[in-house]
């Protein structure tokens, strides 16, 4: 499933009801990447919007995301969402 996430949690709660999201894990729907970058960017904008300054929100991100490098952050939070 999606690391550093409850697996009893929906991560995707503000889009998708628990029960949605149980049934499309149970057919592995879900790409992790993407919904773990989702996350980070979230996270991201979360922790911006609590006045921390973006290079100590990226490292809070690191915390949380310790496989993942500072450059591979900024990548996912600069990427624009494509449609």
């Known amino acids: 499933m ?3 996430a409850n697996l009893n949690e ?3 709660s503000d889009l998708i009801s628990d029960e949605t999201f149980e049934r499309l894990s ?3 729907l879900f790409n992790q990447r993407s919904v773990r970058n989702y996350l980070i960017k979230k ?3 979360q922790l911006l919007s609590s006045n921390m300054s973006s290079i100590s929100a990226i490292g809070e991100l690191r ?3 310790p ?3 500072h450059n591979t952050i900024l990548k996912i939070i600069k990427k624009k969402h494509d449609k």
């Open 2 to 4: 999606i690391k550093n």
């Open 10 to 12: 929906n991560p995707l």
């Open 26 to 28: 149970n057919y592995h």
């Open 43 to 45: 996270q991201f904008s």
């Open 63 to 65: 915390k949380k995301f």
């Open 67 to 69: 496989e993942l490098q």
